[in-house]
């Protein structure tokens, strides 16, 4: 069973960057297609980005896709998401977890395992 835990959040202005990472505890990670959601209050979680288990296949939400990528290192239980070109609208709470099935990769949020406690990324205008 994979744990994540997230880092890497913070404040940033509009146009500016941020590393994310998702570090995985548990042997069995780097089988797993890994995602990412974010969440802001009052609002239904969204799918971001995932990647599969030999980062092969990666799928992105429309409303991230040129800006975020996100990559891993199997040797590090390790998933992250690089973003760019923040817009205010970014702002959220970020989570990663493990798909349970194919359709992980097609952002579907059921198919994942329970999400980490996230990190909160602030983007000022």
């Known amino acids: 069973q994979v744990q994540p835990v997230e880092s890497g959040g913070g404040l940033v202005r509009a146009g500016g960057s941020l590393r994310l990472s998702c570090a995985a505890s548990?042997?069995?990670?780097?089988?797993?297609?890994m995602g990412w959601s974010r969440q802001t209050p009052g609002k239904e979680r969204e799918f971001v980005a995932a990647?599969?288990?030999?980062?092969?296949?990666?799928g992105y939400a429309d409303s991230v896709n040129g800006r975020f990528t996100i990559s891993r290192d199997n040797a590090k239980n390790t998933v992250y998401l690089q973003m760019n070109s923040l817009k205010p609208e970014d702002t959220a709470v970020y989570s990663c977890?493990?798909?349970?099935?194919?359709?992980?990769?097609?952002?579907?949020?059921?198919?994942?395992?329970?999400w980490g406690q996230g990190t909160q990324v602030t983007v000022s205008s």
């Open positions: 977890a493990a798909g349970r099935d194919g359709s992980a990769l097609d952002g579907r949020l059921s198919a994942y395992a329970a």
């Open positions: 548990g042997r069995a990670f780097s089988w797993y297609t």
């Open positions: 990647i599969s288990w030999n980062g092969e296949r990666i």
